[in-house]
């Protein structure tokens, strides 16, 4: 196990921060919201299962660049681990400055549960941000010891499982919940805040007192 996964110590707080991510209400969720909402539970897990293949399929493809410049050198691998911590803090610097989402505006049109699994693979799949956040990170809970392929491929699914499972739980609970984020403007500038905080917090940590070497 060990050879596939970092050290216990950076896999709790991968999961932590992954769960924090994943649960913090952002464009996604609403958008799954949403079509739970206008066309029921079914399109909404639909949506969920489309997104979260496409965002493994980003993984897969982080984890094959990371493997490609961690075989090339260890110097190489710390720059670009900096440079994500760096991204992670404009990420959540962009995060605070953005408007908080709302699911009242520009509904999606009814249709299929293949359309919206298809939309939701296609959306999520080729967008390069999904790939470059990855690429961002993984790296910073990446340990020297372990495999870099299996090891960031196995980061990326666990990342997505979380996700997956968070927007499951607001696929299920939209009937409930939607009306109150329509609503309350303050619940969605929080997530906003929690995002943003979130992603600063990562790469601060990681640039100044994350692990160097995966000990």
Same mark, same amino acid.
């Given at each position: 196990?060990?050879?596939?996964?970092?050290?216990?110590?950076?896999?709790?707080? +991968?999961?932590?921060?992954?769960?924090?991510?994943?649960?913090?209400? =952002?464009? $996604?969720?609403?958008?799954?919201?949403?079509?739970?909402?206008? %066309? $029921?539970?079914r399109h909404g897990i639909a949506s969920v299962f489309g997104v979260a293949l496409?965002? !493994?399929?980003?993984? /897969?493809?982080?984890?094959?660049?990371?493997?490609?410049?961690?075989? #090339?050198?260890?110097?190489?691998?710390? /720059?670009?681990? @900096?440079? *994500?911590?760096? @991204?992670? /803090?404009?990420? =959540?610097? %962009?995060? !605070?400055?953005?408007?908080?989402?709302? #699911?009242?505006?520009?509904?999606?049109?009814?249709?299929?549960?293949?359309?919206?699994?298809?939309? *939701?693979?296609?959306?999520?799949?080729?967008?390069?941000?999904?790939?470059?956040?990855?690429?961002?990170?993984?790296? %910073?809970?990446?340990?020297?010891?372990?495999?870099?392929?299996? %090891?960031?491929?196995?980061?990326?699914?666990?990342? /997505?499982?979380?996700?997956?499972?968070?927007?499951?739980? @607001?696929?299920?609970?939209?009937?409930?919940?939607?009306?109150? !984020?329509?609503?309350?403007? =303050?619940?969605?500038?929080?997530?906003?805040?929690?995002?943003?905080?979130? +992603? #600063?917090?990562?790469?601060?940590?990681?640039?100044?007192? =994350?692990?160097?070497?995966?000990?």
């Amino acid at each position: 196990m060990h050879e596939v996964l970092p050290s216990w110590p950076l896999l709790s707080a +991968f999961i932590a921060a992954s769960f924090i991510l994943a649960v913090t209400p =952002g464009p $996604g969720v609403f958008y799954i919201v949403t079509r739970s909402m206008l %066309q $029921g539970r079914r399109h909404g897990i639909a949506s969920v299962f489309g997104v979260a293949l496409g965002n !493994l399929g980003n993984a /897969v493809g982080a984890s094959i660049g990371l493997a490609a410049l961690f075989a #090339i050198s260890t110097l190489a691998f710390t /720059v670009v681990k @900096y440079a *994500g911590a760096a @991204y992670l /803090v404009y990420l =959540g610097l %962009q995060a !605070l400055r953005a408007p908080a989402p709302d #699911i009242t505006a520009a509904r999606p049109a009814p249709a299929s549960i293949a359309r919206i699994f298809r939309d *939701g693979f296609v959306v999520a799949l080729l967008n390069p941000k999904t790939a470059i956040f990855f690429a961002a990170f993984l790296p %910073q809970f990446m340990s020297a010891g372990a495999a870099p392929m299996v %090891q960031s491929f196995a980061l990326g699914a666990i990342f /997505v499982a979380i996700a997956a499972m968070t927007d499951t739980g @607001y696929a299920l609970a939209a009937g409930a919940v939607a009306p109150m !984020l329509a609503r309350a403007r =303050g619940v969605r500038s929080l997530g906003r805040h929690v995002s943003g905080g979130a +992603f #600063i917090g990562l790469g601060v940590f990681t640039a100044l007192g =994350g692990p160097r070497n995966g000990k």
